[in-house]
């Protein structure tokens, strides 16, 4: 499976983003980790299947993930970006569930950067 990631850019504290992945084939659990300058990566989100969802406490309230399954597609929605959101985002897949260390995670995404800055 080859995973496609696109969305990341610059915006300002507040706005938006929305990154999308895109899976060659379909695979079980889907998710976002970032690793920011200095720090280890972390788990952003993570979906299993089309509904089981979890989230960092970071981001919740703010982050959104989704799928579509018909097109082996993930997304993470963006909203009230903070500047401590800035890192590299990685899309992860997976045939079991995976844990803010990585472990359970087969295939990764190239990064993608978000900068929130003003």
């Known amino acids: 499976v080859q995973l496609q990631a696109s969305g990341g850019g610059l915006v300002q504290p507040g706005e938006s983003l929305r990154l999308s992945c895109a899976a060659s084939?379909?695979?079980?659990?889907m998710g976002w980790y970032r690793q920011a300058p200095g720090k280890q990566r972390e788990l952003v989100a993570g979906m299993i299947g089309g509904s089981v969802r979890s989230y960092a406490d970071s981001v919740k309230g703010r982050f959104t993930i989704s799928r579509d399954n018909a097109k082996n597609t993930v997304y993470l929605q963006m909203n009230s970006l903070k500047p401590e959101d800035t890192a590299v985002y990685y899309c992860?897949?997976?045939?079991?569930?995976?844990?803010?260390?990585?472990?359970?995670?087969?295939?990764w995404g190239q990064g993608t950067l978000v900068t929130v800055s003003s």
């Open positions: 992860a897949a997976g045939r079991v569930r995976f844990n803010s260390g990585g472990t359970g995670v087969d295939y």
């Open positions: 084939g379909s695979i079980f659990c």
